[in-house]
């Protein structure tokens, strides 16, 4: 009787052996699940690189300088060479993204939709591709979408003593929310362009570095659509008679795709 109260004993002892170890692997195997999204997210905290552009980690604005240029002199942003008053207002701008700690892509793609593509320096132009597939990425399928008609137009002959010219393009939104154009720009001081909605002009836009209206926007409603009035005034070059003349209007806007649409007008210039 008493070996089989010691056989008994032993049995007990080997079964609760065994189920602490099994407990134990069980702990050894939750623990190791647990702790594996910890390292996976502890490597997503590291700033993920697309290309050249840092999409996570706060930018610090001389990493964005030289990837933009003056629009008056076209040379690379320098904060220890500022070379004009455009030159200073873009500089101050990358300055105050800084202040908001928003990523490098953030920063380059502010840049870019208050300013353009064309904004871009030789080495900003590397990224552009990238860009462009940042904005499509990003775009709700809801978006506005802008449609001017015709984004070109042919003045032929311009006559000096006659005076400024103009002619009125088509903006459509064809997307399915709100439309809102709040800048235009210009690519010299000749010519200048306003929008005219529901039978009121808004005001003239000129070249951004000799000042441009601030503040001002205009809603244009889905399917709805309003007028871009273009001026070309020869007599700011009256020097340039007898030569064609190729000129381009910026419209920025919040399609987050198409945020700067351009409209060409050429001239060819006479007494």
Known sequence: MDKEKI???KN????????LIVISLIFLANSFITQTPVALNSEKTMPPVTGKIILAEPFKADEVYGLFICSCCNRPLDKENICCGSAKERLEYIDSLEKTEISKT????KMVKKYGMESLSDEGKKLEEEIRLELAERAPENRP????????????????RKGTVSKIMTIRNDGESDLVINNMDSSCMC???????????????????????KGWSVTIPPK?????KIYYDPTVHSGLEGQHLVRVISVFS???VDFEKKVR???????
């Not at 306003?194 to 070249?207: L, R």
């Not at 709805?224 to 871009?228: D, F, K, N, V, Y």
């Open 7 to 9: 056989k008994s004993k």
């Open 12 to 19: 007990q002892l080997y079964f609760t052996a065994m189920a």
């Open 106 to 109: 953030d920063a380059i793609i």
């Open 145 to 160: 979408k802008i449609i001017i008609t015709p984004d070109s137009y042919d003045f032929g002959e311009v006559s000096v």
């Open 191 to 213: 010519t200048t362009a306003s929008i005219i909605f529901n039978g009121v002009e808004g005001p003239i836009f000129g070249m951004s570095m000799h000042g441009n209206p």
């Open 224 to 228: 709805q659509q309003a007028q871009l």
């Open 254 to 256: 919040n399609d987050s």
């Open 265 to 271: 007008i050429d001239i060819d210039q006479v007494e």
